[in-house]
């Protein structure tokens, strides 16, 4: 499939600021699409199916798995989160550019089924901070805080598989860094070339020289 549009991947540890800086992204680029995963917990405070997830049963998620509905799938927390194949491919047969959040592992799977995908990876500036903003959100019970934590030193150790690295100090610098690379992406050749055709087309036809293909 011959795909037009960008596509933008994601992950962080838990509480590292990912969702905030997408939701913000979004808010300013009406360019980008977020792709919503699938997972099999439960919605948490203010979550609304369809809006930050799909919530679907254990044997909605396995038949999706059967049917080959995923483009990845991985268990995170003692839950299961999936990326639907399909409307990845269509949103980004369309132009669209797509981002998606989630966790390390689907990142990867992603990067192998679409390699010209961006992997964009969220570090918190220290641990203290990322266990104060966990513990601040007041959503998790202490032994869940504890896993947490566990889990975001293996999910840090994977960042050097990433294309490009945001550390999350400071809210608006991190929202700048990640514009900035969806900026950038559009303005490689290929990305140009379709967008600005017409300008490629005059371009190409210099009064002073014979007319070539830029």
Sequence with gaps: MDYQGNLFVIAAPSGAGKSSLVRALLEVDSQ????ISHTTRAPRGQ??????YFFVSNDEFDAMIAADGFVEWAHVHSNRYGTSKRVIQERMAQGADVILEIDYQGALQIK???PQAMTIFVLPPSWDEL???IERRGEDKPEVIAVRMENAVTEVAHVDRFDFVIINELFDRALFDLKAIVHAQRLRYSMQRRLKSATF??????????SRPI
């Design 201 to 210: 087309e005059a371009l190409s036809r210099s009064p002073s020289s014979p």
């Design 47 to 52: 979550e609304k199916n369809g809006r930050e």
């Design 131 to 133: 266990r104060t903003r």
């Design 32 to 35: 980008v699409q977020l792709t």
């Design 112 to 114: 192998n089924a679409f």
